[in-house]
């Protein structure tokens, strides 16, 4: 990306429950990076996946970032306002002979190995059977460098196979729906969890195909418990406590190894903000893929 373009990121949950200090400390990163370099912070709803999503959950987000004083730019996004753009991108790629339907069941890729053997690929299969869609990979190297991981190399036809760009019951899946949200909001700087640096490198890859830049990526380390368990609903990680705003930043700040003053600890939180963007200093968080935060119930 050229110097002189200006800074645009974004935080993209998905409603499927309310904020939990994992997402919040990724929300707060990728807001003190985008505000720092003086850039443009947008927030996307990630809402595609609609069997997983929880009514009202968009709007408790959009509430404790808005309690936390983390407040985005512009209107907020919902990918449901875009299928069309996602379908546009997967004629694109049909038309390029880039995809192919899989009927494959989950039962039978259960007992695959964990590199999809492309059962369907070299199969003829009826478009009127019910199927996803897969992009097929190459044999070539996908090489990029996280701003905190270093260089990352991924053979994607050796090490994954060719993945999913539409499921079985009709929805984008992540990957391709993230490639075009990322293109149509003109985002080029990524800050997000290390738990999605595996996802990069199929997203370079869609980019490639679909004629898109790529942004820069910035993947930051995870918090886990003491028994080294990612912070997440499916651990039951609590929902953060907004009455408790200016503590939980301060919580998150050491976590994000920024080192804020004691004296922070109890100030208000447009205080704590100002600070930690004066001070964000990402690089103390290089080739860190862990940090450890509360312990798991």
Known sequence: MPNS?????????????????????????????ARRH????????????TPRNMPGAGDEILYCLQSFGLYWDGEVDYQSDHLEQYEQAIVQ????????????SRSLLA????????YCRTNEQSA???????????????????????????NL????????????????????ACVVDDQRQAINQVVRACDLLDSTPKQHYLQRLLGYPS?????????????????SKQTRA?????????????LLLTLLKQNPPLNLRLAAIDSILEWAIEHWQAERLTNTQAVSGLQHN
């Open 93 to 104: 790629l049909q038309n390029q002979h880039a995809l192919y339907p899989c009927t494959c």
């Open 5 to 33: 373009a200006p800074y645009i990121g974004r935080f993209a949950p998905s409603p499927t429950g309310p904020l939990h200090l994992g997402s919040l400390y990724t929300a707060l990163a990728s807001y003190l990076d």
């Open 111 to 118: 007992n695959s190995p964990l590199i999809y053997p492309g």
């Open 38 to 49: 003086k850039g443009r912070w947008l927030l996307r709803i990630d809402d595609l996946d």
């Open 128 to 154: 009127h059977a019910p199927h996803a869609l897969r992009v097929k990979t190459t044999d070539v190297s996908i090489d990029f460098s996280d701003a905190l991981q270093g260089k990352i190399s991924q």
């Open 157 to 176: 036809a050796s090490e994954y196979g060719d993945f999913i760009v539409k499921r079985k019951d009709g929805i984008i899946a992540y990957q391709l």
């Open 238 to 250: 609590e929902a953060v406590n907004p009455n408790q705003a200016g503590p939980t930043l301060f």
């Open 215 to 231: 942004p820069r990526y910035m993947h930051i380390p995870l918090i886990v418990d003491r028994e080294g368990h990612k912070l």
